[in-house]
Structure formats: structure tokens, C-alpha cells
């Protein structure tokens, strides 16, 4: 339950004591940005955000964009633990984030914090001429979409008809809601986040909130679940009943 603790924790609070213990050692705030955005995968930009936004601790790493392969050669203690050793894999994300920090208040070289062991030649995309660490990264070509049909437009032929039915649902049941684009992702807004989606290789990643998924979680047992986030398989008709009635409860419990 201590993990659970931590993982339910604000993002931009836990932020600003990383910032702090980074700065009063004389380390800057682009400093740890970059540390941030190494391990995540984040750009600066979807970071301030993060920090502004309602945003847990255990869904800023859920979320990650592309968590650095090279984070598996961070070892060391923190807090009397050896990170390489920590059981619970989300968990360690948060602990690397810690070690990272800790090296950098104690003045260790960027070169040095951030791990590179082998720096392979970057991936260059057939189609925009952007380079990337990975070979085949997901990223968008041109310009970020600007709304939720042009997001879809830009998945893989056997996501789209998927998306357009989660989306129609969604805004059946959120009629008053604003359709946005918010950490790359199709959001429905009326105040603050109230749900997401995205696609994923082989499923739609929607994300709701944990306490939505707990409120649910009778309905959801042939879904693969974690804090926050139902996962639907292409492999399964949509549930999308059920997909409007935890849109709507999102709404009612804002």
C-alpha cells in the first residue's frame, strides 16, 4: 500500500522537490528538464504541462511517451534500496527518476547521468526526415494533430474504424464536452481532463482515471486494467456501452 501512496501522489508537487533539491546544489531547471524528458520520453512542452495538470505521480510514467531503454543501466541506492532491485516495475521507474536527480544535485556530469553505453546511429523516418534513438518510433510526421479526426487519420488503417467508435461514444455521453488534443491524445474536457484515448499496437488505451477504472472494475475482468488506464484489444468487439457509461461518470464525479 506504500507504493499506492506514491503512486496517487501530484505530479507537480513532486516535481517542484526534485527542482528543488536539483537547484539548491546549483544544477538548473532545464537541467533536470532534460533528466525528465531522457527517462520519459516527454517533450519540455507536454512536461510544463504535466506539471500545471491534475496529473498523478504513477500515471505521469503510465503515460510515457517512450521510457529510455538506456534507464536499465541506472543502478545505485535510493532510499536504502538498490533500484535494480525493486520489484514492482512502476515503481522503479519513480526510483530511477530519484537516482537521476540524486546524481545530478551531487554535481555528476549530464554526460555522465544520462546513460549511454553504445550510442547507436539514429533512425531516420522515410517520410519526414526526422531522427530518432529507435528504429521505427511512433511519432507524427509534420505537424501534431490539432483535433481528435485529425489524430485518427494519422493511426494505422486497423485503428481508425476503432477509434471513430470509442469517440462516438464518448461524445454521446459528453455531449457538453470540449473535443481537444492534450498530451498527444484524443481528450474530452469540461474543466479539466475528464477521459482520453489513444492507440496502441494492439489495443485502444483508454484512460479514464483510477478511480473510474475502480468503480468499474466488476465490469472491466476481461480487461487488462492498471491504475488509470482499460486496455481494448482489437481482438474484442467494443464495449461501448460501457464505454459511454464511464465516460459519463467521469463527468458526474469531476
Given at each position: 500500500m506504500e507504493n499506492e501512496k506514491v503512486f496517487q501522489m501530484d505530479f507537480g508537487k513532486i516535481y517542484e522537490l526534485l527542482l528543488n533539491k536539483a537547484t539548491r546544489k546549483g544544477r538548473t531547471k532545464s537541467e533536470v528538464d532534460e533528466v525528465v524528458c531522457w527517462l520519459t520520453g516527454y517533450s519540455t512542452e507536454e512536461l510544463e504541462q504535466a506539471r500545471s495538470s491534475p496529473v498523478r505521480y504513477g500515471d505521469f510514467f503510465r503515460n510515457a511517451?517512450?521510457?529510455?531503454p538506456n534507464r536499465v543501466f541506472i543502478k545505485g541506492v535510493v532510499c536504502g534500496i538498490r533500484v535494480e532491485e525493486i520489484e514492482d516495475p512502476l515503481m522503479r521507474e519513480i526510483r530511477y527518476l530519484d537516482k537521476l536527480v540524486d546524481e545530478l544535485a551531487?554535481?555528476?556530469?549530464?554526460?555522465?547521468?544520462?546513460?549511454?553505453?553504445?550510442e547507436p546511429e539514429p533512425w531516420v523516418c522515410p517520410r519526414c526526415g526526422r531522427s530518432f534513438r529507435r528504429a521505427g518510433q511512433s511519432h507524427y510526421c509534420g505537424?501534431?494533430?490539432?483535433?481528435?479526426?485529425d489524430y485518427i487519420a494519422a493511426q494505422p488503417e486497423q485503428a481508425r474504424d476503432y477509434l471513430r467508435q470509442v469517440n462516438a461514444a464518448i461524445r454521446a455521453s459528453l455531449p457538453e464536452a470540449r473535443e481537444k488534443i492534450s498530451w498527444s491524445m484524443p481528450t474530452y474536457w469540461k474543466g479539466r481532463n475528464l477521459i482520453q484515448f489513444a492507440a496502441s499496437k494492439r489495443h485502444i488505451?483508454?484512460?479514464p482515471g483510477p478511480e473510474a477504472v475502480a468503480a468499474f472494475a466488476d465490469r472491466l475482468?476481461?480487461?487488462?486494467?492498471s491504475k488509470g488506464t482499460i486496455q481494448l484489444p482489437y481482438s474484442k468487439p467494443l464495449p461501448l456501452e460501457l464505454i459511454g457509461e464511464i465516460a459519463k461518470w467521469c463527468e458526474q464525479n469531476a
Open positions: 511517451p517512450a521510457l529510455n551531487r554535481g555528476k556530469a549530464m554526460e555522465k547521468i544520462l546513460r549511454a553505453p553504445e505537424q501534431p494533430p490539432e483535433t481528435i479526426e488505451g483508454l484512460y475482468t476481461e480487461y487488462r486494467t
